[in-house]
């Protein structure tokens, strides 16, 4: 029998583990919205050359080079935006809270392995779900960081094949 006062010490940690794991996980959403945005940039940048080019016989040799410099770097970020969106997921796994994990046994199995599960094992998976997911969570902003960054980095030769498409050469 657990005596009250470790049965409140078991109940305060639990607590703050599910607080932590839900703080981690609420970042998902936010990077999301803004992978959304790079990706519409992207399809923006991308779209424009694709639909203003005149027929690639007449480009002049600057706007090829422009184009496709734009080209490759906007690559570079929609491959990061790729990274972002599909990380990699896996975990622990003996977890019973990680959906990875959780996938691989029947309901059967989980269902008697959360049932035998002490609090502390509980309070000890919470505890390693908050590290695994806040390592996805920061590879998915890195990987959205480096996208945004290839994406600015790729407006010059944008613009320039938009310059050098639009004039006669």
């Given at each position: 029998?657990?005596?009250?006062?470790?049965?409140?010490?078991?109940?305060?940690?639990?607590?703050?583990?599910?607080?932590?794991?839900?703080?981690?996980?609420?970042?998902?959403?936010?990077?999301?919205?803004?992978l959304?945005?790079?990706?519409?940039?992207?399809?923006?940048?991308?779209?424009?050359?694709?639909?203003?080019?005149?027929n690639?016989?007449?480009?002049?040799?600057?706007?090829?080079?422009?184009?496709?410099?734009?080209?490759?770097?906007?690559?570079?970020?929609?491959?990061?935006?790729?990274?972002?969106?599909?990380?990699?997921?896996?975990?622990?796994?003996?977890?019973?809270?990680?959906?990875?994990?959780?996938?691989?046994?029947?309901?059967?199995?989980?269902?008697?392995?959360?049932?035998?599960?002490?609090?502390?094992?509980?309070i000890?998976?919470?505890?390693?779900?908050?590290?695994?997911?806040?390592?996805?969570?920061?590879?998915?902003?890195?990987?959205?960081?480096?996208?945004?960054?290839?994406?600015?980095?790729?407006?010059?030769?944008?613009?320039?094949?938009?310059?050098?498409?639009?004039?006669?050469?």
């Amino acid at each position: 029998m657990i005596d009250s006062s470790t049965r409140d010490d078991l109940n305060r940690r639990r607590g703050y583990a599910e607080y932590r794991l839900s703080t981690v996980v609420e970042w998902v959403p936010r990077i999301d919205n803004r992978l959304a945005t790079v990706l519409g940039v992207n399809i923006a940048v991308t779209a424009t050359v694709l639909l203003t080019a005149p027929n690639v016989n007449d480009w002049p040799g600057w706007a090829i080079t422009a184009v496709v410099s734009s080209a490759i770097i906007i690559g570079v970020s929609f491959f990061n935006l790729y990274l972002a969106v599909f990380p990699r997921t896996e975990g622990p796994g003996d977890s019973l809270t990680f959906f990875q994990s959780i996938q691989d046994l029947t309901v059967e199995e989980y269902l008697h392995n959360t049932e035998i599960e002490s609090p502390e094992q509980y309070i000890r998976d919470l505890v390693t779900q908050t590290h695994r997911n806040s390592e996805i969570v920061a590879a998915k902003f890195r990987n959205l960081k480096w996208a945004f960054v290839f994406m600015v980095i790729s407006l010059a030769p944008w613009i320039a094949s938009l310059i050098l498409l639009s004039t006669d050469s």
